[in-house]
């Protein structure tokens, strides 16, 4: 998975900047700083994205998370298994065990390998792969998940100021972005949809 971030000087044109969690953790704890909690949650989160098995940044976001009113962890986007490692690291591995399976076949091929040495070491590259890209896959950040990043926005029945309030939504609350007419955004999360402004929510994945 890749975020890419652009940095530009006057000295120099635009260069493209490879991000890191240690940047975005930086960003969260400003925010913080600054009682903008929701950009908080929503920094930690891409700070997880790249270092998945970050036991601090785990920690750092749960107290941000319980300091907003919510539960420590998003059950969605709590730890897993397939979480330790990110979505392009598990698909190296799975291209390591495709290799292995291939290093395999040509081994029995040129008669290196006998028929059961062969089946083994087939066998268990092909688990390999087939276990990395199944968690390549369930560890894949939707590009609609997004965090609510405003102090209690109004979730609307229909995409504009005027229309009946359907609840509220407290900020740091993970969303799902379903539709953008205009303005306005259909959000959707614990079972509720409604229309909120866009600049009230920003999805994980930047956007950029």
């Not at 991000?19 to 704890?29: G, I, L």
């Not at 392009?88 to 059961?116: K, T």
């Not at 609307?156 to 509220?168: E, I, M, Q, V």
């Amino acid at each position: 998975m890749l975020l890419a971030g652009m940095l530009s000087t006057s000295a120099a044109p635009a260069a493209a900047a490879q991000p890191s969690a240690q940047m975005f953790v930086t960003r969260a704890q400003r925010a913080v700083a600054d009682k903008q909690l929701g950009q908080a949650i929503l920094n930690f989160e891409r700070a997880r994205l790249l270092s998945p098995g970050s036991d601090l940044i785990a920690r750092d976001l749960a107290q941000v998370r319980i300091a907003a009113n919510l539960p420590p962890s998003e059950p969605r986007m709590a730890g897993t298994a397939a979480q330790l490692l990110r979505s392009d690291q598990w698909g190296e591995l799975a291209l390591v065990g495709l290799l292995v399976g291939a290093g395999a076949l040509f081994a029995f091929v040129r008669r290196v390998a006998g028929r059961g040495a062969f089946l083994v070491i087939a066998g268990l590259g092909g688990l390999v792969a087939a276990v990395a890209f199944g968690a390549a896959i369930r560890n894949r950040t939707p590009s609609n998940l997004a965090v609510v990043v405003s102090a209690g926005p109004v979730a609307r029945t229909a995409p504009s100021a005027g229309a009946p309030a359907s609840f509220t939504v407290r900020e740091g609350t993970m969303v799902f972005i379903e539709h953008a007419d205009g303005r306005f955004v259909l959000i959707s999360g614990g079972g509720r949809r409604g229309w909120v402004p866009r600049s009230d929510v920003e999805t994980v994945l930047p956007e950029n």
